[in-house]
């Protein structure tokens, strides 16, 4: 019993050691913005109009297309559900 005391008090420090290890292997460099890229400076809002304009034409697409895919579903579903008796016993 005194042996098995003896040796958890290594336990913590080694768990924190490894932990240290870990955190110190993961750490991944950020890159600092380029000031002359278009998004990080306020110098050009015209451009950043035309993309808001096309980005709502855009959305406005996925929603007529999700729309379409929406009524599509809902067709086949009530296809389903209308199946004839005879139709659900071969199910």
Do not use: R, W
């Amino acid at each position: 019993m005194m042996q098995i005391k003896n040796k958890l008090h290594l336990l913590p420090s080694s768990l924190i050691s490894c932990l240290g290890l870990f955190f110190l292997m993961n750490i991944n460099q950020v890159m600092a913005m380029n000031p002359n890229f278009p998004g990080t400076s306020n110098n050009q809002p015209s451009q950043h109009n035309l993309t808001i304009e096309e980005n709502i034409i855009y959305l406005k697409q996925k929603i007529y297309d999700n729309a379409t895919t929406i009524t599509n579903i809902n067709k086949t579903l009530k296809e389903s559900v209308n199946l004839t008796d005879d139709e659900k016993k071969d199910y």
